[in-house]
Every structure is written in structure tokens, then in C-alpha cells.
């Protein structure tokens, strides 16, 4: 299958500052790419939904200030989570998939703490 | 609004049992279903895909059937391994979205 790389895996951030977590398409055209935040012993929620070149769109309840998403280019599409509070931490993953109904292919997940 | 069930929650069995996950779910239209296997603190891999046509995949001791319909599918592990220890979750694709369940937790025993 194709690769979703997610980078950083795991990081600790103190409150108030933003963290970046890059999300890529290794071997593929990733024309949409789906962020999700994962709960402990809850399914995932999915967040935003982002399309190359154009705004994310934002489930309700997610504030989109706060987790800014950019979606650049077929390859690379990044979640900044601003101003971080210690509510903030959770598992956030990507996943990447090519145009039509096809398969989703999802990052490795990146392990968020703020302390 | 769509939502996915998986039953059990968890699941323990002894190395070389057969074991079936069930997921439901209560709006057949779908596009495909995806069952995914999540090891602790990692993202997800991707098992077996089934499109909204398709009856069934197989991948190796693998096996999933979808019953559209009945809004229904299962996951067949043949011959359970200690390796096969993970959280896996299904989920359903409507436009443009994955809907997932809350995962059965699969721990093998040797």
C-alpha cells in the first residue's frame, strides 16, 4: 500500500507555545488529506478535512484557529496547533487518500503533550 | 447520522484459535469498508479493504465479508498468533469521510 509518513512521532511542548506536525504522501498524489484526534479507548474524531490548495473544512466543534491546517501542495499537508494547553494533548493522525473513493492510508500518529 | 459499532470491546484468546470481529453500521450507504489493525501508540495499518459492491476480502489468515444490506461485517483471524495483539478498528466510507468504530481490543495468548 502507500506510505503516509507523519513526523514529529511524539512531542512535548510547553503551554502556550504551537506545536507543527507535518503530514506527507511518500508515493502518491494526496488530494485530500483527513486530520483525526484520537481519545484513550474512543474511536477517532475526525477533525478537518483539507483539499489541496483550497481552506480546510472543520467539523463542528473543532475551532479552526486553534488548529490551523494548510494544505499546500499534493504531498504535504500540516496541523499547527496554536497556543497549546495541557487539554491539548492527545494522539492527532493524518491520513492521505488519491482522487475518488479509494483507500485511506494513515500516518503513524503523533504522541502530543503539553505540559 | 452514521455510526459504526464493533463488538466485543476486547477479546482474549488462547494462540491458534479461529476468532471473528463484528462491525456494524446504521446507514448502508457506503462506498467501502475498511478494517484497520492499530498497535499501541502507533497510527493505523490499513488489512482489508471491501468496496460497497464486494462481498468479501482475503489477505492471508484474513478474512472479511460485508453485508451491505444488513449493514454488517466481519473479520475472520485464522489460526491466532501472539503477533496478531492490537486494537482493530473498521470503518465505514461515506462522501469523502471515514466513519470509525470505537475498535475490539484483540490480546493472543501464548
Known amino acids: 500500500g502507500a506510505v503516509v509518513s507523519q513526523h514529529p512521532s511524539r512531542v512535548i511542548c510547553k503551554s502556550g507555545t504551537s506545536v507543527k506536525i507535518e503530514c506527507r504522501s511518500l508515493?502518491?498524489?494526496?488530494?485530500?488529506m483527513f486530520w483525526y484526534r484520537q481519545f484513550p479507548k474512543k474511536s477517532l474524531m475526525l477533525m478537518a478535512t483539507?483539499?489541496?490548495?483550497?481552506?480546510?473544512?472543520?467539523e463542528q466543534g473543532v475551532e479552526k484557529d486553534k488548529f490551523l491546517i494548510n494544505h499546500a501542495s499534493l504531498t504535504l499537508s500540516t496541523l499547527t496547533v496554536t497556543s497549546a494547553h495541557p487539554e491539548d494533548s492527545s494522539f492527532y493522525i493524518c491520513?492521505?487518500?488519491?482522487?475518488?473513493?479509494?483507500?485511506?492510508?494513515f500516518g503513524q500518529g503523533t504522541r502530543l503533550t503539553v505540559v | 447520522k452514521q455510526e459504526v459499532t464493533q463488538i466485543p470491546a476486547a477479546l482474549s484468546v488462547p494462540e491458534g484459535e479461529n476468532l471473528v470481529l463484528n462491525c456494524s453500521f446504521t446507514?448502508?450507504?457506503?462506498?467501502?469498508l475498511q478494517w484497520f489493525r492499530q498497535d499501541p501508540g502507533k497510527g493505523l495499518t490499513s488489512l482489508l479493504l471491501?468496496?460497497?459492491?464486494?462481498r468479501e476480502q482475503t489477505s492471508g489468515r484474513l478474512n472479511a465479508s460485508l453485508d451491505k444490506s444488513s449493514g454488517r461485517s466481519t473479520l475472520y483471524i485464522a489460526a491466532s498468533q501472539p503477533g496478531d495483539s492490537a486494537t482493530y478498528l473498521c470503518?465505514?466510507?461515506?462522501?469523502?469521510?471515514?466513519?470509525f468504530g470505537k475498535g475490539t481490543k484483540l490480546s493472543v495468548k501464548p
Open positions: 508515493d502518491f498524489q494526496a488530494t485530500t
Open positions: 483539507s483539499n489541496e490548495g483550497s481552506k480546510a473544512t472543520y
Open positions: 471491501i468496496q460497497s459492491s464486494q
Open positions: 491520513s492521505a487518500s488519491g482522487t475518488g473513493h479509494t483507500e485511506a492510508f
Open positions: 446507514d448502508s450507504a457506503i462506498y467501502n
Open positions: 470503518a465505514v466510507k461515506e462522501l469523502g469521510n471515514l466513519i
